[in-house]
Structure formats: structure tokens, C-alpha cells
């Protein structure tokens, strides 16, 4: 269905972190919009509710609309601050695909780029992000940037599945590779994980960039029994598609354990929740 774009004016841009992000380390969120037009399956935003700052139209249509903080540029010049490590965004991708033409983000880095906090993350899966190299590049420059660029799988059929608004996993892996060619720092992110060969994953990973990798698995309450949690839909397409062992908490172990085999062999580390996380904040 063809998804509705909104404006609103804001109070604030920026939010003190709590929980996973805070324990990664950063002190402040930024979050650009309400509701994302990529609509992930999987996506936990949406089960958090009015603790996400969400309304209830938000979770019930969920991915059919999106409201952008008209004035977000202008809150940012007053709310930045040199200490700050900023996570852009735990709520919303700041690329998501009504962001092409609202263009709200070249104005946030604007902001940024005058003001620059301490460190900047911006999590994405949107190869939109291309648009603002020049912009990236030239953060890069003046304070710690760092992209966090998730990888889901290496099926694309999956990918179909689960995720079938973002871009395809071969175009994700050529978008990681030029930030990576520009200088700018980036992370091959494997959030969520979803149903992927490991090896092949890991190694799609190392090949892309030249960091470490972080991971996630899909959110279950078996082993996170507060908080957000993997939406309804992703069951259900796990179920439809014999895939339900995905999430199943000691199966996603072995997963994990999988990966972390083939990063080791690389001489490199890998690490999922905060603790990887943690990685983007220092």
C-alpha cells in the first residue's frame, strides 16, 4: 500500500537514553520521525507502544505512515552538546524510504556539522544514506561518526519475506562498501538475525568492512522478559515458512556461536546486545 507522509512541530529532538542504548553507552537519542515506512515484519518499535512515544495509530498501521519533526534541525542547534554520544535512531530508520523525499536528515547533519557532539551514530539499512555522503565525509572529519549498517540475512528469499520494503541484500553490501571507500566508518550490523546461512553471513560481513561485527538475534521474551519484543507478523511468517526455530532462544545461541567461529578465524571480534553495540559509542 502506498504509505502517507505527515509533518508535525516538536517539543524536543534529543532523549536521554535508557536501557540497551544506554547501556551501550550512548547518553542521548535522536529521533527524526514517528512511524517508519519500511514497516520490517520483524520490527519492535511498534510492541513498545506509548513507551516509545508512539500513538495508538502508530502500532495499529504500523509502516503505512510516517510523521517528520518539521523543526528537528532547528531543536538540534540548541540541544547539541560537545559531550554528547548521540544514537540516531533507536525508534525510526533516519533513512527509511518517505525520508527521499522529505529530506529531513541534510539539515540534521547540517546542525551536527556545526555543532559536533562528542560521537554521532546513525543506524540504517537504507542505502538512501548515499545521498548525504558528502555531508558524512566531512562529519567524519570533525568528530567520531560511525554507520551502523544492518545485514539480515545473505537469502535474498528471506529478505522478501521479512523485510520486503528495504533494499535487497546485495545492494546493502555495495552501500557498506562505499562508505567504507569514502573513509567514513562503518559497521556490517547483523540485526536482526534472520534466517541466513551463518558462515556465508559472516563472511559477507568481513568482506564488506574493515570493523568488527555486531549482531542481534530476533527479540524473544524468553530471554528479554520486559520491554520491547519481535512483532506478531514475524511469528507469523516464521511459522508459515517453517522457520520458527529462529526463534528459539537456545537455537539462536548456536547461531551466534556460529558467526562468532568465523569472525574469530578472521582475527576479529564479534559481539551481540549492548556489549556490541558498545562498539559504535566509543
Not at 208 to 233: C, F, N, Q, S, Y
Not at 260 to 273: D, I, Y
Amino acid at each position: 500500500m502506498p504509505f502517507q507522509v505527515f509533518e508535525a512541530q516538536s517539543k524536543s529532538i534529543l532523549s536521554p537514553t535508557t536501557g540497551f542504548i544506554a547501556r551501550a553507552g550512548f547518553t542521548h537519542s535522536l529521533t527524526p520521525a514517528r512511524n517508519c515506512t519500511f514497516g520490517c515484519s520483524y520490527c519492535y518499535v511498534p510492541t513498545m507502544r506509548t513507551y516509545g512515544g508512539l500513538q495508538p495509530e502508530d502500532w495499529r498501521r504500523w509502516g503505512q505512515f510516517t510523521t517528520f519533526k518539521a523543526n528537528a534541525e532547528a531543536l538540534l542547534r540548541r540541544q547539541l552538546r560537545a559531550e554528547q554520544r548521540i544514537y540516531c535512531s533507536p525508534l525510526v530508520d533516519p533513512y527509511q524510504p518517505a525520508e527521499e523525499e522529505q529530506q529531513l536528515m541534510p539539515g540534521v547533519l547540517d546542525a551536527i556539522l556545526d555543532r559536533p557532539p562528542r560521537v554521532f551514530a546513525i543506524q540504517t539499512r537504507g542505502p538512501l544514506i548515499l545521498r548525504d555522503l558528502p555531508k558524512l565525509i566531512e562529519l567524519s572529519r570533525r568528530t567520531t561518526l560511525r554507520i551502523s549498517f544492518s545485514i539480515t540475512t545473505n537469502r535474498e528469499r528471506v529478505r522478501t519475506l521479512y523485510e520486503p520494503h528495504c533494499a535487497s541484500i546485495e545492494r546493502r553490501m555495495e552501500v557498506v562498501r562505499r562508505l567504507r571507500a569514502a573513509g567514513v566508518e562503518t559497521f556490517a550490523t547483523l540485526a536482526p538475525i534472520l534466517p541466513c546461512d551463518p558462515e556465508k553471513l559472516a563472511a559477507l560481513a568481513l568482506e564488506a568492512t574493515d570493523r568488527d561485527i555486531i549482531g542481534d538475534p530476533l527479540h524473544v521474551r524468553a530471554v528479554k522478559p520486559r520491554g520491547a519484543t519481535t512483532r506478531e507478523a514475524a511469528f507469523a511468517i516464521s511459522e508459515r515458512h517453517e522457520f520458527s526455530a529462529w526463534l528459539d532462544s537456545e537455537f539462536q545461541a548456536e547461531v551466534i556461536a556460529r558467526i562468532g567461529s568465523v569472525v574469530a578465524k578472521a582475527g576479529r571480534r564479534f559481539a551481540t546486545g549492548p556489549e556490541g553495540f558498545a562498539w559504535l559509542a566509543q
